[in-house]
């Protein structure tokens, strides 16, 4: 009778998922990961290539597009593997990876995002000082920075043994790499937009005056108009990038919540089967931030175009020489 409620409050307190969860999960898991290698690298080959997107705001993409190809390449199978194989236990290595890794990779986003973000605040409000300070020296410092801190702090994950003292870190990890960074991420945007809404009453009484005063004076706030409606677009394609960063790791952070408020051992670790669902929709994001950058910005689409088109020729054309190398002889 003692063996019988061992054996319940065992499986009572078990994180274990069930066998067809584990399989689709893993699947999930796969496409994400997929299609978040296939586009980052196209964003990567993308600005290396194209000398238009050689700017600090487009590293910083690069960067954020560096950490998302991360998370398909690293911690996608990761999580493929602890799903197929249904592993749940905090400290079995695949557990400790996958959790340092997203930490990691977590801080390495939502840092990049800020920075963007001030950098796009600094070249709308403080032009000539952007000009003056924003060297591609520092722009790569603070990415380096950015990068090196990032796997500083995951590697902390190493030191927790108890399962319960988890939560803990995962709210250090919330301070750390969400509060503070859109702390700078809403400053940022608060100043742009008001920024914009000034360019904007500007413009339109420029361009009033300028229709009555002569065409060339007409054409030449066009040209600024053109500019400052470039700038706005660039701001609000990081915007669009946060909101679905943000609605996509809202899961995590009330699961976070949940196990960190539950007075129950138990109950806690049962919660950690819903991290299986709250990580794959975490790292959607992964997988969709390079098809915004497409759909946003001509460069990029443009980029886009010559990366697949490349690829698709260069494999047409192993394709052929596999089929002539292996075609019988007819001599």
């Given at each position: 009778?003692?063996e019988?409620?061992?054996?319940?409050?065992?499986?009572?307190?078990?994180?274990?998922?069930q066998?067809?969860?584990?399989?689709?999960?893993?699947?999930l898991?796969?496409?994400?990961?997929?299609v978040?290698?296939?586009?980052?690298?196209?964003?990567?080959?993308?600005?290396?290539l194209?000398?238009?997107?050689?700017t600090?705001?487009?590293?910083?993409?690069?960067?954020l597009?560096?950490?998302?190809?991360?998370?398909?390449?690293v911690?996608?199978?990761?999580?493929?593997?602890?799903?197929?194989?249904?592993?749940?236990?905090?400290?079995?290595?695949?557990?400790?990876?996958a959790?340092?890794?997203?930490?990691?990779t977590?801080?390495t986003?939502?840092?990049?995002l800020?920075a963007v973000?001030?950098?796009?605040?600094l070249?709308i409000?403080?032009?000539?000082f952007y000009?003056?300070?924003?060297?591609?020296?520092?722009?790569?410092?603070?990415?380096?920075?950015i990068?090196?801190?990032?796997?500083a702090?995951?590697?902390?994950?190493?030191a927790?043994?108890?399962?319960?003292?988890l939560p803990?870190?995962?709210i250090?990890?919330?301070?750390?790499?969400?509060?503070?960074?859109?702390?700078v991420?809403s400053?940022?945007?608060?100043h742009?937009y008001?920024?914009?809404?000034?360019?904007?009453?500007?413009?339109?009484?420029?361009s009033?005056?300028?229709?009555?005063?002569?065409?060339?004076r007409?054409?030449?706030?066009?040209?600024?108009n053109?500019?400052s409606?470039?700038?706005r677009?660039?701001?609000?394609?990081?915007g669009?990038?946060?909101?679905?960063?943000?609605?996509?790791?809202?899961?995590?952070?009330v699961?976070?919540?949940?196990?960190?408020?539950?007075?129950?051992?138990c109950?806690?670790?049962?919660?950690?089967?819903?991290?299986?669902w709250?990580a794959?929709?975490?790292?959607?994001?992964?997988a969709?931030?390079?098809?915004?950058?497409a759909?946003?910005?001509?460069?990029?689409?443009?980029?886009?175009?010559?990366v697949?088109?490349?690829?698709?020729?260069?494999q047409?054309?192993?394709?052929?020489a596999?089929?002539?190398?292996?075609?019988?002889?007819?001599?």
């Amino acid at each position: 009778m003692a063996e019988g409620n061992v054996s319940l409050s065992t499986e009572y307190c078990s994180g274990e998922l069930q066998y067809a969860t584990s399989v689709i999960l893993a699947i999930l898991h796969s496409i994400s990961g997929a299609v978040s290698v296939i586009g980052n690298v196209a964003v990567l080959l993308a600005v290396y290539l194209t000398p238009s997107l050689h700017t600090p705001s487009n590293y910083y993409i690069a960067s954020l597009g560096a950490g998302d190809f991360l998370v398909g390449i690293v911690i996608g199978p990761l999580w493929v593997t602890k799903s197929a194989l249904n592993v749940w236990h905090n400290q079995h290595p695949l557990t400790v990876a996958a959790e340092l890794m997203s930490m990691q990779t977590l801080i390495t986003t939502t840092f990049n995002l800020a920075a963007v973000s001030f950098d796009r605040y600094l070249a709308i409000t403080r032009s000539y000082f952007y000009m003056q300070t924003m060297t591609q020296h520092r722009c790569f410092i603070s990415i380096g920075f950015i990068w090196a801190f990032s796997f500083a702090f995951a590697c902390i994950r190493l030191a927790i043994n108890e399962p319960t003292d988890l939560p803990y870190l995962w709210i250090a990890v919330a301070i750390i790499g969400y509060t503070l960074p859109f702390v700078v991420i809403s400053y940022s945007y608060y100043h742009i937009y008001k920024a914009a809404r000034h360019q904007l009453r500007r413009i339109e009484a420029d361009s009033r005056a300028a229709s009555v005063v002569d065409e060339g004076r007409k054409s030449g706030v066009g040209s600024v108009n053109c500019e400052s409606q470039r700038s706005r677009k660039a701001a609000n394609t990081i915007g669009i990038i946060i909101g679905i960063y943000v609605l996509l790791a809202f899961p995590s952070i009330v699961i976070v919540c949940i196990q960190l408020y539950s007075t129950s051992a138990c109950l806690k670790i049962r919660y950690i089967r819903f991290w299986f669902w709250g990580a794959l929709v975490s790292f959607v994001s992964s997988a969709v931030n390079p098809w915004i950058y497409a759909i946003r910005n001509r460069d990029y689409k443009r980029a886009f175009k010559r990366v697949f088109k490349c690829w698709f020729s260069r494999q047409g054309q192993q394709r052929e020489a596999h089929r002539k190398s292996t075609r019988p002889s007819t001599c």
